[in-house]
């Protein structure tokens, strides 16, 4: 899904969602609500507010397959797309100035759709390379791509950044970004929205800077 201008000057953001809920659940219904639904609503406003093209991948609306398949590892070392979906996510990543990814923290770290996406989309030799003589592996990605990680978590954020040294920033940031040679990365935490009331909660989406 593709919303906003269509000038060749505008900046394109694909956003990949990651919740069962699915994007549209957004609204404070019981058993069908999200905070991260509710944030990629507010980032999506946003963006198209400023005239920002807006392209949304919502992995569980379109049944993707995280799991990596004997004949998907294959096709990775080879250098192709294991599926028609993984090659449009790709020409998509490929067309994009910024790249925002939007989950929940599961134990620590994304949840498998995320994670599934990281291994079968952002594959060798398609979307970065790794020249035999370099110290460091290359994106193929837009020269000033900018990644922005989006997450919600239960478990406070001082005992995330201290006791568990913030393991989703060194997987993203570290272990994806600079290893590949992308520089710019953000990320946008937010903790215990669980214990928030409703209008305190809408007031944390008022006040979303993307």
Request: proline share 4%; with cysteine.
């Amino acid at each position: 899904m593709t919303t906003a201008a269509n000038s060749a000057t505008t900046k394109r953001n694909f956003i990949v969602f990651d919740h069962p809920y699915t994007a549209t659940a957004c609204d404070n219904v019981p058993h069908d609500r999200s905070f991260s639904a509710a944030l990629c609503k507010a980032i999506t406003g946003k963006l198209a507010a400023r005239g920002e093209q807006v392209d949304l991948a919502d992995l569980h609306a379109d049944h993707f397959d995280p799991v990596m398949s004997k004949t998907d590892l294959a096709n990775w070392r080879k250098g192709v797309p294991m599926n028609d979906q993984v090659a449009d996510y790709q020409r998509r990543m490929l067309a994009a100035d910024r790249i925002i990814f939007i989950f929940p923290i599961w134990w620590e770290l994304m949840p498998a759709m995320t994670k599934g996406f990281l291994d079968k989309v952002y594959a060798k030799n398609i979307l970065y390379t790794q020249p035999k003589d370099a110290k460091i592996m290359q994106t193929k990605l837009k020269r000033d791509v900018e990644v922005v990680i989006v997450t919600t978590m239960s478990t406070p954020k001082w005992i995330y950044h201290l006791l568990f040294c913030k393991p989703i920033a060194k997987a993203m940031r570290f272990g994806m970004c600079y290893k590949t040679g992308i520089r710019h990365f953000r990320w946008l935490n937010y903790s215990q929205v669980d214990k928030l009331t409703l209008e305190q909660r809408q007031q944390l989406l008022g006040k979303v800077r993307i």
